[in-house]
């Protein structure tokens, strides 16, 4: 979006970064960015691709492992609330083509949880108590930040 991105004021995507979960090894960690978004909704064929990553402004993924489970934590913050509710409803229907049974054989989940313009996401919990963690996320605008 050159021209509301670029042109006059640059509009820096938030960098954002969370603590790790006790007693878990990070494996992975970086940001998706709008484009990535918009491949995720196009593989899930669900919502429009490009609608539902409008609005864009800083993600974090990072993958943790502990004795041989893997947990995603996902982090997300958008231009403006009506943004986040167009995000968080087209990935809880990707999710819903994704897992149509919600739970996977492992007893895992995905969460999905919205406050104001952030939308978090947990991805291979057994319940929600790892939101607190994400709803600790520090930001920050204008400067890059290292995972």
Known sequence: HPKEKLVGTRDYPVAMNFDAPSG??????????????RV???QWKG??????AAGWDGDRLTVYEKDGKM????????DSEDDAKEF??????SLAKRFP???????????VKRKGNDVYILDGASDESMFKLLEKTKKSKNKLDKP
């Open 71 to 78: 947990l995603g934590l996902a982090a997300t913050t958008w």
């Open 24 to 37: 878990w090894t990070k494996v992975h960690s970086d940001v998706i960015g709008e484009l990535g978004w």
């Open 88 to 93: 968080e409803s087209a990935y809880q229907e």
């Open 101 to 111: 049974k919600g739970a996977r054989e492992d007893g895992t989940k995905t969460f």
């Open 40 to 42: 995720y909704f196009l």
């Open 47 to 52: 919502a429009d691709p490009e609608t539902s």
